[in-house]
């Protein structure tokens, strides 16, 4: 059998293969790109470390997500692959990268804009309706409205733009 200390393999290069993996809610994007790949460490020969950040504690895929990276990083030569959950800090939409973005938009989901919240510790309470904005990811207006403020999952509202018409989804800033 070939391992990762027979074939050389680096720190670097499991990062590199761990950022291959995409995200199984949003497939266009990877778990780097969504900012859900926090480490990736090679403390011994073979063996990888990966920790990852859930979009929230109760987010559903994230068990797709550990069994992906787990079975890309074996295929890659790493013999012993060890998935760590940390919610601490938690993951904020501000952590998606700018390639991020654009693939979302690309496919027609408007991007997240920045959190509302940037402090550490508890979230502020605010009672009153969000103030969600987004740009439609077709013609670019700014004139949209919220259909719902569940789409196809909990992370993202669905949206319609009054310019063109068209219905879309919005990543919702966290």
């Not at 990762?4 to 499991?14: E, I, K, M, P």
């Not at 309706?129 to 207006?141: F, L, V, W």
């Not at 409205?145 to 310019?163: M, P």
Request: charge should be negative.
């Amino acid at each position: 059998m070939v391992t990762a200390f027979d074939t050389g393999v680096r720190a670097d290069t499991a990062r590199s293969v761990a950022e291959t993996v995409t995200d199984p809610e949003l497939p266009m994007l990877t778990l780097a790109d969504l900012g859900v790949l926090r480490d990736v460490e090679t403390p011994e020969p073979g063996r990888v470390i990966v920790t990852v950040t859930p979009t929230y504690s109760g987010c559903p895929a994230i068990s797709e997500m550990r069994a992906d990276l787990h079975r890309t990083l074996t295929e890659a030569g790493y013999t012993r692959v060890e998935v760590r959950t940390a919610l601490d800090p938690p993951w904020t939409t501000d952590w998606i990268s700018d390639a991020g973005r654009r693939k979302l938009a690309e496919h027609g989901i408007a991007p997240p804009g920045r959190a509302p919240h940037t402090q550490q510790g508890p979230v502020p309470l605010t009672l009153g309706p969000p103030r969600r904005h987004a740009h439609c990811p077709n013609c670019g207006s700014e004139a949209t409205d919220e259909l719902s403020e569940f789409s196809a999952t909990a992370c993202k509202a669905l949206r319609r733009c009054r310019s063109c018409s068209e219905p879309f989804e919005h990543m919702k800033e966290i």
